[in-house]
């Protein structure tokens, strides 16, 4: 059974940092990309990021790039989520989520964990 | 980017009724679409991928169709698990957008 745990979240202050991670079991995770989905309180779900199989290439969403900073441990088989410069609009819940086998829907999700922002 | 819109943003229905929840993509897409379930306070499951193939455990009564830039999700006979929001997502380029969601309430 696929499973991804997601952990991390808390209170930050503006500015701030933080690292979300996200632990898989339950399949090859070499061969699948994983990506970061957020979702902030009472809105839709915003794509983040997404790192491809071997970390080959890796995206942003134009509102996270440049302050996050997505990375994967195949020993581990996690993935990272860094967030520096945090700002009240990233307050959300962020959801780790693994794609299809070879296109970029996002098949399984983690149960999510919520990021405030806020002084 | 290619912008996702949905309609209707709301749907009141009743147990039993059919349902249809469209989603336009802003430029063609070919079947490059996912839709999703989401319940209160639940992550997003995966129901449909490539416009219309269901994910396995999902019930028959929901469907997906459409390619370019239409497409449409059907629920045949709204069961009470059903009552929840509904996302498209395009997956056709970066960056990857869903739509504002659906949410289909009780009448």
């Known amino acids: 059974e696929v499973q991804l745990v997601d952990s991390g979240g808390g209170l930050v202050k503006p500015g701030g940092s933080l690292r979300l991670s996200c632990a898989a079991s339950g399949f090859t995770f070499n061969d699948y990309s994983m990506s970061w989905v957020r979702q902030a309180p009472g809105r839709g779900l915003e794509w983040v990021s997404l790192v491809t199989t071997g970390s080959n290439y890796i995206y942003y969403a134009d509102s996270v790039k440049g302050r996050f900073t997505i990375s994967r441990d195949p020993a581990k088989k996690s993935v990272y989520l860094q967030m520096n410069s945090l700002r009240a609009e990233d307050t959300a819940v962020y959801y780790c989520?693994?794609?299809?086998?070879?296109?970029?829907?996002?098949?399984?999700w983690g149960q999510g964990t919520l990021v405030t922002v806020s002084s | 980017d290619i912008q996702m819109t949905q309609s209707p943003s709301t749907l009141s229905a009743s147990v039993g009724d059919g349902v249809t929840i469209t989603c336009r993509a802003s430029?063609?897409?070919?079947?490059?679409l996912a839709w999703y379930q989401q319940r209160p306070g639940k992550a997003p499951k995966l129901l449909i991928s490539q416009a219309g193939s269901l994910e396995s455990g999902v019930p028959a009564r929901f469907s997906g169709s459409g390619s370019g830039t239409e497409f449409t999700l059907t629920i045949s006979s709204l069961q009470s698990d059903d009552f929840a929001t509904y996302y498209c997502q395009q997956y056709k380029t970066y960056p990857w957008t869903f739509g504002q969601g659906t949410k289909v309430e009780i009448k």
């Open positions: 430029q063609r897409i070919s079947t490059w």
């Open positions: 989520a693994r794609t299809g086998r070879v296109a970029e829907y996002f098949q399984h």
